[in-house]
């Protein structure tokens, strides 16, 4: 259970940690 939590979560992490920098970098070039 405690390891597929840990799958999932780390799942969800590799595949909005894209969205989230390219968010950040459009924030920085904006300021």
């Known amino acids: 259970m ?3 939590l840990v799958c999932l979560f780390g799942f969800l992490t ?3 940690t ?3 920098v ?3 970098r459009a924030e ?4």
């Open 14 to 16: 590799v595949v909005c």
């Open 22 to 24: 390219a968010q950040y």
């Open 28 to 31: 920085r070039r904006e300021g």
């Open 18 to 20: 894209p969205g989230l």
């Open 2 to 4: 405690v390891f597929s």
